[in-house]
């Protein structure tokens, strides 16, 4: 089975720009989280997804970032516009539903913002 | 207070010896733990889960939970250069939805 697919893997661009971060979970996963991961502030939970619905976004650090689900293949988090401050490495998980399931990774997209 | 806490590290042990890695974690209610391995450079692996207390058994691999203690550790055995890398816990609350809080990671050396 295929596990969580992330595009892309690498990302460089200028501050100001947008972008775009993409997901595609495990088939059959109900839940979907988009993380954030840097050396300082270790793996933050950003926003997670069930059944495409958003349950909590109040880890996206402000208005710049916004995330998507419109169906249950597929998941965006975009920042707009991008700030320096937001390099980081970007993880996007996934899990069956059920309370207690553990959550599967994907290989994140590592984005830096010059 | 941080809801699952972890000692930073770096945990060095020599090769063959017994790798114990602890976390605790503050919300009571919480019902499902985790521990990811998670090389430098790659994404959190899952290699064990626990639920109820006790010891679990996976190979070199055990994990405790201590429910009243609200302690849950990773002991691994016979470790490996190839055990080196940061080892994350992390607890689902049942508070708020089944959000899980993940710790700041134990870096552990294995010396060959």
């Known amino acids: 089975d295929a596990g969580v697919i992330q595009s892309p893997r690498h990302e460089v661009t200028e501050m100001g720009q947008e972008v775009t971060l993409r997901c595609k979970p495990i088939?059959?996963?109900?839940?979907l989280f988009w993380y954030r991961q840097t050396m300082m502030r270790g793996l933050e939970l950003l926003i997670y997804?069930?059944?495409?619905?958003?349950?909590?976004d109040s880890g996206m650090p402000e208005d710049r970032f916004s995330a998507k689900m419109p169906n249950a293949s597929f998941s965006t988090l975009k920042i707009q516009p991008s700030e320096p401050r937001d390099s980081a490495v970007y993880f996007c998980?996934?899990?069956?539903?059920?309370?207690?399931?553990?959550?599967?990774f994907g290989d994140g997209t590592r984005l830096s913002i010059l | 207070q941080k809801e699952v806490e972890q000692n930073s590290g770096p945990l060095s042990v020599p090769e063959g010896a017994i790798a114990s890695l602890n976390c605790t974690y503050s919300?009571?209610?919480?019902?499902?733990f985790f521990w990811y391995r998670q090389y430098s450079g790659k994404s959190p692996e899952l290699i064990m889960s626990?639920?109820?207390?006790g010891d679990k058994e996976d190979g070199r691999f055990t994990a405790q939970l201590n429910k009243a203690s609200q302690y849950v550790s990773l002991l691994i055995r016979d470790s490996q250069p190839s055990d080196s890398a940061t080892y994350l816990c992390?607890?689902?609350?049942?508070?708020?939805?089944?959000?899980?809080?993940f710790g700041a990671g134990t870096r552990l050396f294995v010396k060959a």
């Open positions: 088939s059959g996963h109900d839940y």
């Open positions: 997804f069930n059944n495409n619905v958003p349950i909590d």
């Open positions: 626990i639920y109820s207390n």
């Open positions: 992390a607890v689902i609350s049942n508070t708020g939805g089944f959000k899980t809080i």
């Open positions: 919300d009571r209610v919480s019902q499902s």
């Open positions: 998980a996934s899990s069956r539903t059920g309370g207690g399931q553990p959550q599967h």
